[in-house]
């Protein structure tokens, strides 16, 4: 993948590549994969499309970097509120509640991510195990807290959670502030009640 892609070392360079870039997201967001065009993703940059291919050799070669980059928009959203926060039972509040935000804002993100299920399931598998690695590598921070449990299992678990609860903001139009603060708060009580039970004692 690296060998279709020219990564400008000017700063000229550098803003146009990040111009098709958010551009590309735009329409992908917005029409999706196949009903995309490179002409699309070119005027909505508002370059011409011959500026494209001097930096992406084609279509799917944007794709793969969008949903690179929308996958470390994601981990940077989420990171950005949990920081400071110190115990296992703050962070999956605060990152449950941080993840329906983001839904909120971007309603098509699932879309998103699971279209590469059937443009290159590499892609797919790629995004979900490497979310996956870096939760691991989160909670091993919290071992402490976190006793006789497989920690990869924990985190595909708590993933599922997020994952579904985000559907259901979704699929039941919950999409309002309070009804964001519901549905955190009877995730967290059941996180209390169950995984984090031995905190309470």
């Known amino acids: 993948m690296e060998n279709n892609v020219f990564y400008p070392k000017v700063k000229r360079g550098q803003t146009t590549f990040r111009k098709i870039i958010n551009a590309a997201t735009k329409i992908f967001y917005e029409k999706g994969y196949a009903n995309s065009t490179i002409a699309d993703i070119a005027n909505e940059a508002d370059v011409a499309v011959g500026t494209i291919y001097i930096y992406f050799k084609d279509k799917y070669t944007i794709y793969y ?31 449950v509640r941080a993840w329906l935000m983001f839904i909120l804002k971007y309603h098509r993100t699932y879309e998103m991510i699971w279209e590469s299920l059937y443009i290159d399931r590499s892609i797919f598998e790629d995004y979900y195990l490497s979310f996956a690695k870096s939760y691991v590598y989160s909670l091993k921070k919290s071992q402490d807290e976190l ?3 497989d920690l990869e299992t924990v985190a595909y678990m708590l993933m599922g959670i997020s994952n579904f609860v985000g559907l259901q903001v979704l699929l039941t139009k919950k999409q309002e502030e309070i009804d964001v603060d519901n549905i955190v708060k009877t995730v967290t009580k059941i996180l209390n009640e169950g995984l984090f039970k031995s905190l309470n004692k």
């Open 65 to 95: 970097h969008v949903v690179k980059d929308f996958q470390n928009k994601i981990r940077v959203h989420l990171n950005k509120h949990v920081k400071g926060l110190t115990t296992r039972k703050e962070k999956e509040e605060a990152g």
């Open 147 to 149: 006793n006789d449990v």
